[in-house]
């Protein structure tokens, strides 16, 4: 991610990110998470970057 974001090449910046979410994905199905732990993870990491002031986008419920 840090080489990728270093030469600031959107496609493989997103790449990177992709691969991230597909190894965060691969960890939840090892671990025999459900569709619900991972919401309810989801909505805990909303209220806490908000409480940090980390979002401030309306779209974002």
């Known amino acids: 991610m840090f080489g990728a974001w270093q030469?600031?090449?959107?496609?493989?910046?997103?790449?990177e990110l992709a691969?991230?979410?597909?190894a965060c994905a691969n960890m939840m199905a090892?671990?025999?998470l459900t569709q619900q732990d991972v919401d309810n993870a989801?909505?805990?990491c909303l209220k806490r970057n908000?409480?940090?002031?980390r979002?401030?986008?309306p779209w974002i419920a």
């Not at 691969?19 to 597909?22: A, F, L, S, V």
């Not at 908000?50 to 002031?53: E, N, P, Q």
């Open 42 to 44: 989801m909505l805990r």
């Open 55 to 57: 979002i401030d986008a």
């Open 7 to 15: 030469n600031r090449c959107d496609e493989d910046v997103v790449d």
């Open 50 to 53: 908000r409480d940090r002031g």
């Open 30 to 32: 090892w671990m025999g």
């Open 19 to 22: 691969d991230c979410i597909q």
